[in-house]
């Protein structure tokens, strides 16, 4: 029986630490509080993960350390530097695998599917972060210091999924009222299970072939933010989705009083125009098939309703 460190309770860190526990694995789950989901194979621990000696201490002797943090969203400049300085040092010194849950952000605004060959060009603070995480992480890989991989997704949907379709958009429909969506409303767009993210990390820290390189989450084909929102309000029992495009200057106010809503500012474009994740290298190498949209949307809806 193996030992797994999670760092991060989210929707991604509790979905894996959920799946490695119900495959027979050990799991010791890392968050300040030390929360996250109750099962008798997970040890929950409450611990500050940039304090590398601690973390270090907590990974010696594990399989893989897997990167599920994911710090407030306008703290990202601030936050993640020295969570991924800690995160690589227990890595090299405890000789896990590090696996990390990334995002598209560092791909920038690119026209046509992102594939994993997509050049990293980031046109946003976070997605700059995001880059330099990576780009650190593969030098220690390929000078012999550490094993690393990365998963990327797109806007996540599923139980506990936190994204701008379910922040702004799935109360509103479940409840018969009017949206209004910060972008195009027809555009094809990729969404994500938070299922899938999970099944992708586990199977690339388990794939020594995956290794030293990142991978898209395998995903269902875009469909645009009108389409989603009309098969959950058909799956709902709900009324017909009532959706309007919010007009630009209405999100740069609500940025001067909200600091999440003006960091989405830097990465509306994902939005504003085709947003499309090409996921089938990972696909054919670790055998996952997207979990199907109408199952996501189910899940997002009951988590919803208990929420």
Known sequence: MSVHVIVGAGPVGSAAATLLAERGERVRLLTRRGTGPEHPAIERVAADATDADRLTQLATGATALYNCANPAYHRWATDWPPLADALLRAAEHSGAVLATVGNLYGYGSVDGPMTEATPLRPNSVKGGVRVRMWQQALEAH?????????????????????????????????????????????????????????????????????????????????VSIRQVAARLAALAGAPAPRLARMPAPVLWLGGLFDPTVREMREVLYQFQRPFVLDSTAATALFGIAPTPLDDTLTETIAHARRA
């Open 142 to 222: 390929r000078a012999g210091r550490i094993r690393a991989t990365e998963v990327r997704g797109s806007d996540y949907l599923g139980a506990g999924a936190q994204s701008t379709l379910t922040i702004v958009m799935v109360p509103k429909v479940l409840a018969g009222r009017r949206a209004v969506v910060p972008g195009d409303l027809d555009a094809p767009h990729t969404w994500t299970y938070v299922g899938d993210v999970a099944r992708t990390l586990v199977a690339a820290a388990d794939d020594e072939r995956a290794w030293g390189g990142a991978w898209h989450v395998p995903s269902v084909p875009a």
